[in-house]
């Protein structure tokens, strides 16, 4: 594993700059040049984009969400919805259970964030840099943080309007520019709507990893806590989106 770090620490070198990695046990501390970052959320992005087209063409899988109520100690204190999806390829899906029941025809909650949306909005939004060359499950990756610009103009979509008042960290695999995992967390609160809807707190985390040379979601978790009138107050939440059950389709 020592001699895949090195090479890793190499190719950054002669893509990067002649800039020196110092090596602590299984972490290397890197210097870069500041849009060594951009270059690579951007090549991020793009292997994502083509990895979605095979994914959807290839794959059927399983999706489960989960939404559960928290207590001030974020402890669940009652589990609000449950829905196991089926996916098939083409992007087809199917409910076959609803809160613990089997279901044959029901309407879907579709996924409330999507990690190429969080990627290009950071790009769009936030600063960020190269913290180090780090090991998370056994493979080397670059781990970047990001933060909010402090002049960034507040105006975008759900997922803009939380990124860009967040900052946070991902784990770039090295060798396949893949993410394997971000998390990120709002720094400062947001209302719409005329103040019928504000929220103070948004926490992000999502994983990949890789199935049949494939780039796959496994989890998504968004900890959220807001007002809203139509809610008829104050709501904490968890929210779960599990992906497992993967088969290629040939």
Same mark, same amino acid.
């Given at each position: 594993?020592?001699?895949?770090?090195?090479?890793?620490?190499?190719?950054?070198?002669?893509?990067?700059?002649?800039?020196?990695?110092?090596?602590?046990?299984?972490?290397?501390?890197?210097?870069?040049?500041?849009?060594?970052?951009?270059?690579?959320?951007?090549?991020?992005?793009?292997?994502?984009?083509?990895?979605?087209?095979?994914?959807?063409?290839?794959?059927?899988?399983?999706?489960?969400?989960?939404?559960?109520?928290?207590?001030?100690?974020?402890?669940?204190?009652?589990?609000?919805?449950?829905?196991?999806?089926?996916?098939?390829?083409?992007?087809?899906?199917?409910?076959?259970?609803?809160?613990?029941?089997?279901?044959?025809?029901?309407?879907?909650?579709?996924?409330?964030?999507?990690?190429?949306?969080?990627?290009?909005?950071?790009?769009?939004?936030?600063? &960020?840099? +190269?913290? !180090? #060359?780090?090991?998370?499950?056994? @493979? =080397?990756?670059?781990?970047?943080?990001?933060?909010?610009?402090?002049?960034?103009?507040?105006?975008?979509?759900?997922?803009?309007?939380?990124?860009?008042?967040?900052?946070?960290?991902?784990?770039?695999?090295?060798?396949? &520019?893949? +993410?394997? !995992? #971000?998390?990120?967390?709002?720094? @400062? =609160?947001?209302?719409?709507?005329?103040?019928?809807?504000?929220?103070?707190?948004?926490?992000?985390?999502?994983?990949?990893?890789?199935?049949?040379?494939?780039?796959?979601?496994?989890?998504?978790?968004?900890?959220?806590?807001?007002?809203?009138?139509?809610?008829?107050?104050?709501?904490?939440?968890?929210?779960?989106?599990?992906?497992?059950?993967?088969?290629?389709?040939?």
């Amino acid at each position: 594993m020592k001699g895949w770090l090195f090479g890793a620490f190499v190719l950054t070198c002669i893509v990067f700059g002649p800039r020196t990695p110092t090596l602590l046990g299984q972490i290397a501390f890197i210097q870069t040049h500041p849009n060594t970052g951009e270059f690579i959320v951007h090549t991020v992005i793009t292997r994502a984009k083509e990895n979605d087209n095979i994914k959807k063409e290839k794959l059927a899988y399983k999706r489960t969400y989960t939404v559960e109520n928290l207590d001030d100690n974020e402890k669940v204190t009652d589990e609000e919805k449950k829905e196991v999806v089926i996916i098939r390829p083409g992007g087809k899906e199917r409910m076959i259970e609803k809160n613990g029941k089997p279901i044959n025809n029901s309407k879907i909650s579709k996924p409330k964030i999507d990690l190429i949306k969080v990627l290009e909005a950071v790009l769009k939004l936030d600063e &960020f840099n +190269i913290i !180090k #060359i780090d090991m998370l499950d056994d @493979r =080397p990756c670059y781990m970047i943080n990001f933060k909010p610009k402090s002049n960034q103009n507040d105006k975008g979509d759900n997922v803009e309007d939380i990124i860009v008042r967040s900052e946070g960290i991902m784990y770039v695999d090295i060798e396949k &520019f893949y +993410i394997k !995992k #971000i998390s990120a967390w709002m720094t @400062r =609160p947001y209302s719409r709507a005329g103040g019928l809807f504000s929220l103070s707190r948004a926490n992000i985390e999502m994983t990949e990893e890789e199935f049949e040379g494939i780039i796959v979601m496994k989890s998504a978790i968004i900890i959220d806590r807001y007002w809203s009138i139509l809610r008829g107050g104050t709501v904490f939440e968890k929210q779960t989106y599990e992906y497992g059950d993967y088969q290629l389709i040939q």
